[in-house]
């Protein structure tokens, strides 16, 4: 038996939102309506958009999608096994995938699209501008200006020939932090699901984890908050050269850390981490236990070294690095000495507690 739709009163506030902002011409907050949602339909009016224009789908040139494709290849490879098994989960609500670089322009689709129903044809074909100057209000161009993850139903969408759609969509960060494109789950005329705004970013966070792993790099740092578990699609991921500079991190690494988005210029791991930066390395090659470090914010974070290039002659593992705790521990010891023997000011200075002090030099409180 067909579940009924959970939301069944959304569709008419939905048209009660149109009649404010799209006839009225309104510019109050339409209730149960998204700010960003009337903001994208003022927009589509400030462009001398109409909803009930016909919407051509139109694809870009021959010389732009070979732009497109070349520029979007490492994501559209990142991106290939999850939505490989995105397409299955949602092969059974008559869901599709569309990927889209950062313009809008549709780089990659997946799933159950039925060629025949012109309406998923019109989207899911590689090349389209599913911009909003092209289409209008979408999951598509709402992700990409607003950069977290939206759900759409509907009438929510500007035009009248793109109502019949309802969509989930987050935007996709490439490993310099820069906004790459988004990834998009889209249904014709079926029951609205906001789930799977949840879904959409979940799999945009493993797309960008693959990303993020597959470009050139000496070592990876998983980070997390101290007491909570290491190895998921949530964690903080750095990566690090040879020399301890960061070659790339995922958002999580980046609000962790309150990272530029992007980076204003090149960043080492001892800008970050108040420890010596080779002492990550040596990590990695003695224990694959994570550890608590400092940073310079005076706040601690939970990391696993995890080693994936080979050793070269500037390899930190040739320069003499200590182990992590015992470069901890110097640490701890130098502040002590700096500051006189006073436990509490380099406690104070180090951002941690007495007692780790005593337990980390050996002495009794």
Known sequence: MALNDPFP???????????????????AVAPGLPMWVSQSWQRCLDMGLQPHQSVGFDTVTAQHMQRVQEASRPLVQAAQPVLTELARVIADIRYFAILTNAEGIVVDVHGPVD??????????????????????????????????????????????????????GAPLFGPDGLCAGMLDLTGIETQERPALRHLVQRSARSIENSWLLA?????????????????????????????????GANPAARQMLSLEHPLTGPLHASDVFALPWESLFDAAAHTTVPQEVPLWSGLRLQIQAIRTG???????????????????????????????????????????????????LGRPH
């Open 310 to 360: 080979g050793h070269t002659a500037h390899s930190p593992t040739t320069m003499g690095a200590k182990p992590l705790k015992a470069a901890q521990t110097d640490m701890i010891r130098q502040a002590v000495q700096q500051a006189r023997g006073n436990v509490a000011e380099a406690a104070r200075a180090l951002g941690i507690s007495r007692a780790t002090v005593y337990r980390k």
């Open 9 to 27: 009163d959304r569709i008419p506030s939905i048209e009660r939102a149109r009649a404010m902002v799209l006839q009225e011409h309104t510019h």
């Open 215 to 247: 470009t050139a790099h000496a070592l990876v740092l998983r980070l997390s908050w101290p007491g909570n578990p290491l190895g998921g699609d949530s964690d903080g991921l750095i990566t690090l050269d040879h020399e301890g500079h960061m070659v």
């Open 115 to 168: 060629r025949q129903d012109r309406r998923a044809d019109a989207i899911a074909r590689v090349g389209v501008d599913l911009s909003e100057r092209s289409v209008g209000t979408t999951s598509i161009s709402a992700a990409l200006r607003e950069l977290q993850p939206v759900w759409l139903h509907r009438g929510e969408h500007f035009f009248q020939d793109t109502s019949a759609y309802s969509c989930a």
